[in-house]
């Protein structure tokens, strides 16, 4: 069997770096808010609904965190074959997986952008993209299941959670542009069920 390849673990460290970054951008919009007296009430709904979004994008970082896996995983099960070669494989996932790390990071600005601006100018931009990035994720786990042969019971559950989110976002925004829901109740329920999401992923990971 072929060893992992030297730099394809320094890539995995740079990607894992980058969502240390990430959780410092949530983690700093987070306290500069709380600090500046904007979240000013224990119990306020702002409050409650920020540090909700916060449990979300650190649970997301969590699971994306073990993306780097899925490429060694395919790696491995990928030296008893002869078609695809595991070298051509995963430098097609690598760009991907860079893509990946990129939408991270954009959805922790988009979360430091609504701690900043408020719901009504940041709140729909940020679900928005988090639903992207996890839509991304949920191509890319596809994309890299089928070069790699059938995907085991715990990474089904990841696809199958994925749609879940990105179908139940997109009706979220939908029902949000056509005034049936309000912006506070679009985001209080995505929150939700994407901390959802990420507990049944974490729990099989």
Known sequence: MKKFPDGLS???AMYMISLVFGIEIIASALYTSIRKGELTELYSVDLVVSLCAFTSVLLLIVRFFWATGNIRSAWNKLQNTSTPKPEWVVMVHLPVLLVQ????LFVCMAYAEYMKEGIERAGLWFVGLYIFATFWN????????RSSGKPRNYERVWLVNNAVLVTFGIGLIMMQQVDFLTLQVMMVLFVGISIVSSGADLRLT
């Open 10 to 12: 320094q890539f995995q």
């Open 101 to 104: 790390g990129v939408l991270i």
């Open 138 to 145: 949920f191509c890319w786990l596809v994309a890299l299941q």
